[in-house]
């Protein structure tokens, strides 16, 4: 399968919605976050990107790119840990409702998922499990090589004969066929 990339993540912004500030110590260098929290609990976020915002309560677009359901992507990281193994990143997939389909964990530097047909929002979390310090270059989505086309393409016809008129018009065909 040939690859493409998706999306090439960051970490943008220190916000109290997204990131896990209590105790720990950020420093923004230049092509990398510094994240150190010495009590810091294992199984809490240290950083969430989400492809679904609420923009008037947060403030903040979504971070991440829309994905196509039942398509398989790998994610590669290239994140330092201290200790080793200490973090790991969290993919949950939320239904139309918000309630949690799935959850992927990835632990090694690439891995692969799968994108879930019932899903329609996602978000990506770094995890801790017992880590003290965290720098974070950025992580990023590969996927197949047609994945950047758009989910439905179609030429545009700007009238339609009965019988003609695409699936998704049947329901209104008689509409748009009746005559002033």
């Known amino acids: 399968m040939v690859e ?3 999306q090439k993540l960051l970490w943008t912004g220190v916000t109290p919605s997204v990131n896990y500030l209590y105790g720990s110590m950020i420093q923004i260098q230049d092509d990398s976050i510094f994240f150190e929290n010495l009590h810091f609990s294992p199984g809490k976020p240290i950083k969430t990107w989400r492809s679904r915002t609420n923009y008037q309560a947060n ?4 971070e991440l790119p829309l994905l196509y359901p039942g398509v398989t992507y790998r994610l590669e990281q290239k994140v330092t840990i201290t200790p080793e193994q200490t973090a790991y990143f969290q993919i949950q997939y939320f239904n139309r ?3 949690e389909i799935q959850r992927d964990i990835l632990r090694n530097g690439q891995e692969e998922f799968t994108f879930p047909k019932d899903a329609f929002t996602y978000r990506i979390s770094l995890m801790s499990a017992g880590c003290r310090q965290v720098e974070f270059f950025h992580i990023a989505i590969y996927g197949p090589e047609n994945s950047a086309k758009p989910l439905i393409e179609r030429n545009q016809v700007s009238s339609y004969t009965s019988g ?4 998704e018009l049947r329901l209104v065909s ?4 009746q005559k002033g």
């Open 59 to 62: 403030r903040s677009c979504p």
């Open 174 to 177: 008689r509409l748009i066929h």
């Open 4 to 6: 493409a990339l998706v």
């Open 97 to 99: 409702q918000n309630e």
């Open 164 to 167: 003609q008129e695409p699936e």
